[in-house]
């Protein structure tokens, strides 16, 4: 019998097998967590995922935490109990004190390793402690100032771009889609020292086109990749991807070419520059990020490291495209949600106009003014508070751990419980808007866009609580040693495209309606359309048209 009919039926014993064992478990086994509260699962074999993953979704989130609390449980497949949480002493122990027990998922590290090589997404424990001590310096904000005149280069061809459409009078145009080319091409010259778009016209870009196709082709292998851990050491390398390549699934197949292409490319990329680097600085001057960029920082540090921090080639180029993915959609979204909500308050959008006038002058804002305008501060930070572009993230415990809590909880029972008992093995959502939506701790407004409650004291819950994220209280970028690395790229990224931007154009909104979908990474739609697109209708200012080129 052929190989792979002989794995294929092994599994569907072994996959059988498991299901029911599952099935008598959670009949038979009492847990700890059954007496936490939550709603009802959807059925035994979906549990509550497809209300987790709905992209509609938004009201049973907002409901759970008004109906259980700060910590619930929800059902996962086959009877799977998990942990929706957002308590922040419970979040302070599941991504700081206790963030060795409560890991990433295993499906979700092999996978990224499979894909993409041993970055940053794809390590654990002491081996990612030590990729994150050699990265945190190059996040600097000594090397983030370096960068911004590399942000402005790029976001100049934005906005001519921009205007080339718009110059003759307002027109709809797909803004996501131009903050996503702009994302990629920052990451692109200011992370890798390396043109993905010149912007001012399409060029196709093999490495930038597989990196665009990444997000929206995984989104359709999410089940696949949970299956990943119980074939990916199974025979040699040689016979795994023989059978990969046997997959007759045309998404399968698209994925591995994603991945060979970005391997490939991204291993090119690092031999220039490092041929570069040899060379010596008159080199590393010419190359595109002028060796201010991430990568070209990195390799020379990793050049300098003692023996023992030093990283080996195949982990450096492995952030290449970890960095790349992590950096595209979340800003590019974050800044799309940012151009909708000024599209629907105009007030908002004049008075940060002004303040943005005021400051430019006619000249590029230089970096220390940027980052303390208060008004443009306290839109990015509230859009980042109401609308996080990664609503949750997963850890899953990898034993048996006391989850502390800063409030009891009413247990099923009626009893209260002040701490709880988490089994290994459990999966725990972290409630990031949950977090940051919390009435108790940002006051009966919470769910209100409203910039103006950071320029004044923010409620004193706030301090008290001691929310562990690393930015404002907020858990949008995480915390403890897997918080966002890139969070300061992100600022400046952000707040160099709208001073260009609210400066150049106004933005109002289109004729059809803008949706915000929940997913790992949320992203808009606009009508009836399912593909992700975000138009708004956007007019030169007039003093622009004259002084923007197009
Ligand atoms: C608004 C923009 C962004 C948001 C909301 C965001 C959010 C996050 C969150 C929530 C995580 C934790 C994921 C997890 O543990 O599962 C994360 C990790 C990460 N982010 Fe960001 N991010 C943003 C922008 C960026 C940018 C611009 C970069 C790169 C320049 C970046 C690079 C990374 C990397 C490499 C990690 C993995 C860190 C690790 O595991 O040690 N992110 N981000």
Known sequence: MPAPIILLQSFLICGTSWILWRFFRQIIVKSPLDNVPGPEPVSFWKGNLPQVYDRRGWGFYEKLGYTYGQVVKLYGMFG????????????????????????????????????FGPGLLASLGDHHRKQRKMLNPVFSIAHMRHMTPIFYRVT???????????????????????????????????????????????????????????????????????LIPYFAELGSPRLRRWILDMIPDARIQKMKYISDTVIEQSWKIFNEKKA???????????????????MSILMKANMNASAGDKLPEDELIAQMSMLTLAAMDTTSNALSRTL????????????????????????????????????????????????????WIFRVATKDIMMPL?????????????????????TIQVGIMGSNWNKAIWGEDAMEWRPERWLSPLPSAVEEAKIPGVYSNLMT??????????????????????????????????????????AGVTYPTTGDDVKARMLLTVEPLEYAKITVEA
């Open 80 to 115: 799977h109990k998990m942990l929706y949480v957002y308590d922040p002493l419970a979040l302070h122990s599941i991504i700081v004190k206790d963030q060795y027990v409560y890991e990433e998922a295993a499906w979700f590290v092999k996978s990224n390793e499979l894909l």
């Open 156 to 226: 100049h061809k934005l906005e001519s771009a921009i205007m080339s459409r718009v110059r003759d009078g307002p027109g709809e145009v797909d803004i996501l889609n131009w903050m996503g080319r702009t994302a990629l091409e920052l990451i692109g010259q200011g992370g890798l020292g390396y043109s993905f778009d010149p912007l001012e016209e399409d060029v196709p870009d093999v490495l930038g086109d597989a990196l665009k196709a990444f997000m929206p082709t995984f989104a359709k292998l999410q089940i696949h990749r949970r």
């Open 406 to 426: 800063s409030e009891p909880v009413r247990g099923v029972n009626g009893t209260m419980m002040h701490e709880i008992l988490v089994p290994e093995g459990t």
């Open 340 to 391: 909708h909500l000024l599209s629907e308050h105009q007030d908002v959008q004049e008075k940060l106009r002004a303040e943005l006038m005021q400051a430019r002058d006619g000249k590029d804002i230089s970096y220390d003014d940027l980052v303390h305008l208060p008004f443009l501060d306290a839109v990015c930070r509230e859009t980042l508070r109401r609308y996080p572009p990664a609503p």
């Open 477 to 518: 970028f995480l915390g403890g040693g897997r918080a966002c690395i890139g969070f300061k790229f992100s600022q400046i990224e952000m707040k160099t495209v709208l001073s260009v931007l609210l400066t150049t154009f106004k933005f109002s909104l289109p004729k059809e309606k803008i949706e915000w979908n929940m």
């Open 276 to 294: 570069a680097l040899v060379k010596g600085d008159e080199a590393v001057v010419h190359q595109i990020g002028e060796g201010k960029d991430i």
